[in-house]
């Protein structure tokens, strides 16, 4: 069988490619950045990925880390009595679960417009979706519950406005009776 054509030709050093850059972009391939501070600190680049998280209490499979158990039949079955792990670094896993349990706060918003729409819609019909349907600001033809499902959204991302809103509705109101 003939070899391929390349695999005959003498292979010429590339003066055009620079031997630190490729260097460089390889071990950046092969270890990549760790974006957590705490593990970034405490990873030794001599020890496996495994070793290393293992040593910080964290699992490279969680498949390995926690098995389905097959179950056995009328009770006969090897326990599995596996040592457990030695931590080394405990205080990277206190620290992620400190990070974990921090409540985030809920970054959604709704564009301008659609608040405006929402108020609108709020003003002119109350609470009766299927004249929001109807009115002519409605462009997008929303239907309903569309509608309505808007407004709660306006309701659950901005509730200070919401409250608000309603009570600046609800003044003129009282002032003209």
Known sequence: MPK??????????????????????????AKPRIEH?????????NKSTA????????????NRALPIKKQALL????????????????????KLQEEASLQEEDSKTLSS?????????????????KAMARDEKNYYQDTPKQIK??????????PQHYDAFISSLAAPEAMDQ
């Not at 054509?5 to 391939?29: A, E, G, H, P, V």
Request: some cysteine; overall charge positive.
């Open 113 to 129: 417009d659609l608040i405006e729409y929402v108020q609108h819609m709020i003003r002119e019909h109350k609470d009766n979706y």
């Open 4 to 29: 391929a054509k390349q695999s005959k030709r003498r292979k010429k050093f590339d003066y055009n490619t620079d031997r630190k850059k490729l260097k460089k972009k390889f071990i950046k391939k």
């Open 51 to 62: 070793r290393n998280l293992q040593e910080m209490g964290l699992s490279l499979d969680p």
């Open 149 to 158: 499902r808007k407004i709660n959204e306006y309701k659950r991302c901005h």
């Open 37 to 45: 501070a705490q593990i970034r600190n405490a990873w030794d680049d």
């Open 75 to 94: 009770g006969v079955g090897k326990d599995d009595c596996r040592p457990a792990p030695l931590i080394t670094k405990p205080y990277i896993l206190s």
